[in-house]
């Protein structure tokens, strides 16, 4: 995986040689057949004010922004199989830097790292893209028939990603206190159950998360 995460606490333990592929993909990423997800999973909310679930810290929107994130990559890699584009797509990663640092500095926060925040959503994003492509290359009867178009799903991963730098510098003095890691590594704990989210998913959380403690 790039950039490992074996040091950070937060880190699955062990992971299994490659990755559990999920099965055919629902509307929202999710294999078919699991049940809904809760109503407010993806409810839209204003950016900058991402307020904390009941019985989440103040680091809960930060890591569920992350993982919606994680759940869209589910889309784009079915477009990309869909249109035989790659996973990784340079001139839009750096579209998608350039917006963290731009939104960044407009909040009085440091853009160098807004864009380590962002550069850690797409190396996260690709990993889960990857595999599932790799999936569904060796595998074609799991491989979804249907996705949305790329650039509805950029549009959404755009809004994702304005709201998580805005709930990043929210959160600024709990990135910098002792306890950020173990209470990161909490969140993760309780987001993986609470939005399904499976091995490749959660590692990919891990890796999305690398830079948010300081
Ligand atoms: C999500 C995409 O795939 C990759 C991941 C990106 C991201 O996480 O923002 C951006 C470009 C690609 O390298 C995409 O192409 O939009």
Redesign the pocket.
Known sequence: APGGTASRPFAPAAPSPGYALPGPLGPLGRPAGDPPPPADRAAATPAGHETAAPGHGPLDPVVRLAAQ?LL??DE?AAA?RLTG?P????A??RA?LAAGAGEARALGADPAAASRL?GD??A???LV?RALLAGWAADPGRAPAVAPP?TT??AT?DDL?SRLVAAWNDAADHRAAPGCGAALAAEVTSMAPELGLDELHSTALARALASVCR
């Open positions: 994130r869209v990559a784009v990309k584009a996973a990784d797509d340079p839009r990663d998608v962002l959503q797409i996260a994003a690709t893209e790329l799903l950029r991963l990603d």
